[in-house]
């Protein structure tokens, strides 16, 4: 029975490894392949890749911060498709692939085409029959052309349902509410450049039959002023408005607020103000006299309708004109001293660093398999450096990624949830590759790549169930970056040293319960070692971190502690590890009960990095709306390790009894 023990416990790691890998590639899929069928647009033509790195670098002010067009695209498409891809058919049987600045340059530059795109992620089909709509299935992707005969009763029923507390709300009506959102979004970009493609008309300026002469809106505000000065006139003689010119600032009013929201990208010619206007808000300025430099947002609003107008003359026109503003927004920021990192963030995101990192880290993971496999053999030691190698440029590539993320937003690499994950991931392969240069028995070594690959997965499904920009300014209380530099990297330096511990932890209870180790007791006690380093880690970090924090609570709010859930996360971090120690240093746990302590400490840590975001109370509550399921998962998980952990301690006891008596009677 011992002797099928080591082989029976290979094929109980190896389908734990393979539903790992399943989970892993099962949740690259969920984030990469979209939902419901190929949808066509006939007639459908790409959009050059010169035009698209002609568009990407437009500067835009969105979320508090200058970013560029490609971002506010990527972010806008994540939050109403729930992807940063899509894939149409022209209606000839080819396929086309859509990302983000295509897909806005299409909404906002042919929205005839934009409006059969399947934009809309709807992920409960009751809220499509609500509003009169035969769903295509219980989830799926719809156009706006789909959705338009619903429209106003989506409406009826947002309007109805947004009165219902977010907390009592059903998940029918928290759709349609999103929904609503998305539609009004949409369709804010859709008509964006309507001013530039229609202008006004000129009502009974026709001759001989002809229809109505038509305006730009470009020419009737460089006059202005004489339009005001009718009005007066109007007005103090006592007349009405005359009809015509009553006709003629209507559509200058419906032009401007179609274009009044959504995009800000006209940097202010006054460098005291802020805030970017929108073409819709530079249009009423004038118009109504209150723009202090009006020749610039005139020469502005012209190059507009001459972009938007000039694609009819071929696309090589529309990128050359497009190219022009690009150029002339950019250099207004730049005299501003804005739109600094535009450049850099394009190129950021194109190189999409953290997932080029989880094909290193999944490259490791699976020469770690190997290297379990084989051992201390020849193939082993290869795989060894396999592992090392992939791991190591995995590293690189997180730390790159984290680097290029503090220039663009000037903070420290901490600010908000999803921040913390890719942070912790990338410090919890750094420690884990320390303990392995320390200990050199390749546990550590082969825990880096996994822990690296499950974060950063984490970092992908957050980032598509929040849908928010994270490099987005933090809100006025966190805006510190002493206070970000000291005590929520401390902190979080804590959280990476306790998820090792625990999950070093669970590998020991893992080869010690299923008998992988061989009874090494060389191993078991590096294991124990490196664990208790990283229980002292955790408690030195946490317990300056929290000092910190009340510190900074002091400054910020004028008390050091107030029980709030955050600040009582990080005192049961303290608390726990302080009781693991003592009970280590007073021969109350030994090595069993040191792991099974230590595994314990993940879900403090979940508590305390994680969950507590979500209760809904506290300074410390930032409205975090995604991962809550996986907060469960990940408590279930430990649980079921810690149920293991026990079993395997309670079968080696047992096992060992009769020897222990055959001894004594001996």
């Not at 996986?630 to 006891?653: N, S």
Request: hydrophobic content about 45%; proline content about 3%.
């Amino acid at each position: 029975m011992t002797a099928t023990r080591p082989s029976t416990g290979r094929w109980i790691a190896a389908v734990l490894a393979a539903a790992g890998l399943a989970t892993v590639f099962y949740n690259l899929l969920m984030d990469n392949m979209p939902k419901g069928e190929v949808r066509e647009v006939e007639n459908y033509t790409p959009w050059s890749a010169e035009t698209l790195r002609t568009a990407a670098p437009l500067p835009i002010q969105d979320g508090g911060r200058i970013k560029p067009l490609s971002t506010y695209a990527g972010f806008t498409m994540l939050r109403l498709h729930g992807a940063r891809s899509m894939k149409i058919e022209d209606g000839k049987g080819k396929e086309y692939k859509l990302k983000p600045t295509e897909w806005l340059l299409d909404i906002l530059f042919r929205p005839q085409l934009a409006i059969h795109q399947p934009t809309f992620r709807i992920d409960n089909s009751a809220a499509i029959e609500a509003i009169g709509i035969e769903p295509r299935g219980k989830r799926d992707r719809y156009s706006y052309a789909d959705l338009s005969a619903g429209r106003e009763k989506l409406g009826e029923l947002a309007q109805t349902y947004s009165g219902i507390d977010s907390k009592e709300r059903d998940p029918m009506q928290t759709q349609v509410l999103d929904l609503a959102s998305n539609l009004r979004a949409y369709e804010g970009l859709l008509g964006w450049f309507s001013f530039a493609r229609n202008g006004v008309t000129l009502a009974g300026s026709s001759e001989n039959g002809a229809p109505d002469k038509r305006a730009e809106i470009s020419s009737l505000m460089m006059v202005a002023e004489t339009l005001q000065q009718q009005l007066e006139e109007s007005r103090a003689a006592g007349r009405g408005i005359p009809e015509g010119l009553q006709n003629l600032l209507q559509q200058v009013l419906d032009a401007a607020n179609y274009a009044k929201n959504e995009l800000f990208i006209l940097p202010p010619s006054d460098r005291s103000q802020d805030q970017w206007k929108s073409a819709g808000n530079v249009i009423m300025d004038t118009m109504q006299g209150k723009s202090k430099e009006p020749e610039t947002y005139i020469a502005d609003i012209q190059l507009l309708e001459t972009t938007a107008r000039s694609l009819g003359g071929g696309e090589a026109t529309f990128r050359e004109n497009l190219a022009k503003l690009r150029d002339r927004l950019t250099q207004r920021a730049a005299d501003r001293g804005e739109a600094k990192s535009v450049s850099l963030e394009v190129a950021y995101y194109q190189r999409n660093w953290f997932l080029n990192a989880l094909v290193f880290f999944l490259i490791g993971t699976l020469a770690t398999m190997a290297m379990w496999t084989f051992g201390y053999n020849r193939a082993g030691l290869i795989s060894a450096w396999i592992t090392t190698a992939a791991t190591a440029a995995g590293l690189i590539y997180c730390l790159i990624a984290i680097t290029k993320r503090c220039i663009i937003m000037q903070r420290p690499p901490v600010g908000n949830l999803y921040d913390t994950i890719i942070f912790i991931g990338t410090t919890v392969v750094l420690l884990a590759l320390i303990v392995e240069w320390l200990t050199r028995r390749r546990f550590a070594l082969g825990i880096a790549p996994i822990l690296g690959t499950a974060l950063i997965v984490l970092s992908r499904r957050f980032e598509l169930g929040d849908g928010a920009d994270h490099m987005d300014p933090l809100v006025a209380v966190l805006d510190s970056n002493f206070w970000l530099t000291t005590h929520v990297i401390t902190i979080t330096l804590g959280y990476s040293a306790g998820l090792l511990a625990a999950f070093l932890s669970s590998a020991y209870i893992l080869l010690r319960g299923l008998d992988l180790d061989g009874g090494d007791r060389d191993l078991r006690r590096s294991f124990t070692r490196a664990v208790y380093g990283m229980i002292c880690v955790t408690l030195f970090l946490s317990l300056v971190g929290t000092v910190l924090g009340g510190i900074w609570a002091n400054y910020s709010w004028g008390r050091f502690w107030g029980w709030d859930p955050k600040e009582n996360g990080a005192l049961l971090i303290c608390i726990w590890t302080l009781a693991i120690l003592h009970a280590r240093l007073g021969g109350y746990i030994r090595e069993w009960g040191l792991h099974l302590s230590s595994i314990f400490t993940a879900v403090i840590v979940t508590f305390s990095w994680w969950h507590v975001n979500f209760l809904g109370v506290g300074l410390h509550n930032y409205g975090f709306t995604a991962g809550k399921n996986t907060i469960w998962a990940f408590y279930a998980a430990m649980a079921v390790i810690l149920a293991a952990g026990f079993v395997a301690m309670a079968v080696e006891k047992n096992r060992r009894a009769p020897q222990s008596q055959a001894a004594a009677t001996d």
